[in-house]
């Protein structure tokens, strides 16, 4: 039957509420993203009653981002000549007592296994161990000037996760004849046992635990100048690292350096390794000292006014 009134094509008609909903849900979907943090033109480490406990953490979306840029290393042998990392995001907090560092960088490929010829990521945060107007050098401090730093390795994070570093699981064809420490008349975890494995491991008998067992990825380091670096007297810094689509994201968490209290200022330096460009030891990007203020409880000057609306997410 004819009624003088043109029907609506039915399927056309669906698929242009459906775009519609989907724009709909896009302009939602866009308005409830989280922004970026605010960018600072220092390090601030801002006041938190709790510090975040990973570098993945929603906390730090409300955190001011400081950028530092990095140079080679082309000082002191062995020199770094080719830039590899051009900058490092830097994100701070503390608790009055702790300070808290998350560290971001764009890092190609993932550098986590030891081996010949295999170089890790890694990076490092440095401050002078009192805090003074008068600065050490940044270039791992100067004689009687000592700075402290703290390193964490991309293979000590494999290792904390659960990476087995034997040579038998890093080296599957590798063949082994005989270790004496792991004798069968040596039984596991006695006297003589352990006296076999410290000889024929003199460098963990030392304290030079570079590879193997950890249970933290990071080390607390004194130097006082180039060629000077020395492990500190107790391990007081705690870190964790994730990869991530970009590259590397680490939080390193230390105690607030002497002289150093909520309100007050210093200053900083950081270091990066790319394994893939075989960097190691002096081979590295580095920043010069970079000004830091800790904030005091109760100002908040660094608390962003998006921390209110619940940001979500963890940009770098």
Same mark, same amino acid.
């Given at each position: 039957?004819?009624?003088?009134?043109?029907?609506?094509?039915?399927?056309?008609?669906?698929?242009?509420?459906?775009?519609?909903?989907?724009?709909?849900?896009?302009?939602?979907?866009?308005?409830?993203?989280?922004?970026?943090?605010?960018?600072?033109?220092?390090?601030?480490?801002?006041?938190?009653?709790?510090?975040?406990?990973?570098?993945?953490?929603?906390?730090?979306?409300?955190?001011?981002?400081?950028?530092?840029?990095?140079?080679?290393?082309?000082?002191?042998?062995?020199?770094?000549?080719?830039?590899?990392?051009?900058?490092?995001?830097?994100?701070?907090?503390?608790?009055?007592?702790?300070?808290?560092?998350?560290?971001?960088?764009?890092?190609?490929?993932?550098?986590?296994?030891?081996?010949?010829?295999?170089?890790?990521?890694?990076?490092?945060?440095?401050?002078?161990?009192?805090?003074?107007?008068?600065?050490?050098?940044?270039?791992?401090?100067?004689?009687?000037?000592?700075?402290?730093?703290?390193?964490?390795?991309?293979?000590?994070?494999?290792?904390?996760?659960?990476?087995?570093?034997?040579?038998?699981?890093?080296?599957?064809?590798?063949?082994?004849?005989?270790?004496?420490?792991?004798?069968?008349? =040596?039984? +596991? &975890?006695?006297?003589? @046992?352990? $006296? !076999?494995?410290?000889?024929?491991?003199?460098? *963990?008998?030392? #304290? %030079? /635990?570079?590879?193997?067992?950890?249970?933290?990825?990071?080390?607390?380091?004194?130097?006082?100048?180039?060629?000077?670096?020395?492990?500190?007297?107790?391990?007081?810094?705690?870190?964790?690292?994730?990869?991530?689509?970009?590259?590397?994201?680490?939080?390193?968490?230390?105690?607030?350096?002497?002289? =150093?209290? +909520? &309100?007050?200022?210093? @200053?900083? $330096? !950081?270091?990066?390794?790319?394994?893939?460009? *075989?960097?190691? #030891? %002096? /081979?590295?990007?580095?920043?010069?000292?970079?000004?830091?203020?800790?904030?005091?409880?109760?100002?908040?000057?660094?608390?962003?006014?998006?921390?209110?609306?619940?940001?979500?997410?963890?940009?770098?």
């Amino acid at each position: 039957m004819t009624t003088g009134r043109t029907l609506p094509d039915r399927p056309a008609a669906a698929g242009a509420a459906l775009a519609s909903l989907a724009i709909g849900l896009l302009a939602i979907g866009g308005g409830c993203a989280a922004p970026p943090p605010p960018a600072a033109p220092e390090v601030q480490a801002v006041w938190r009653d709790t510090i975040p406990e990973g570098p993945e953490e929603a906390a730090w979306q409300a955190i001011p981002k400081y950028t530092a840029d990095l140079i080679p290393q082309d000082l002191v042998e062995p020199r770094l000549l080719k830039p590899s990392t051009p900058r490092l995001a830097v994100q701070a907090a503390t608790d009055g007592t702790r300070v808290a560092f998350r560290l971001a960088w764009d890092d190609a490929t993932q550098d986590e296994r030891p081996g010949a010829a295999r170089f890790t990521d890694a990076c490092a945060i440095q401050l002078p161990q009192r805090t003074a107007p008068d600065l050490p050098d940044p270039q791992m401090g100067q004689a009687g000037r000592p700075v402290e730093i703290t390193f964490w390795r991309a293979t000590w994070q494999a290792a904390v996760a659960g990476r087995d570093d034997t040579i038998r699981s890093l080296y599957p064809g590798a063949v082994v004849d005989h270790y004496p420490f792991e004798a069968p008349p =040596l039984q +596991p &975890g006695s006297e003589a @046992q352990q $006296a !076999f494995a410290t000889r024929y491991a003199p460098a *963990a008998a030392l #304290g %030079a /635990r570079r590879e193997g067992p950890r249970d933290r990825p990071v080390e607390d380091l004194i130097g006082e100048g180039p060629g000077t670096l020395r492990p500190a007297d107790k391990l007081l810094s705690e870190g964790t690292g994730r990869r991530t689509a970009k590259g590397w994201e680490v939080l390193i968490v230390r105690p607030l350096p002497n002289g =150093l209290a +909520p &309100g007050g200022r210093s @200053q900083i $330096a !950081f270091g990066v390794w790319d394994g893939a460009q *075989a960097e190691a #030891g %002096a /081979r590295k990007m580095r920043s010069g000292w970079v000004p830091m203020s800790i904030e005091a409880r109760g100002t908040q000057a660094g608390i962003a006014p998006r921390a209110a609306a619940g940001a979500q997410g963890g940009g770098r």
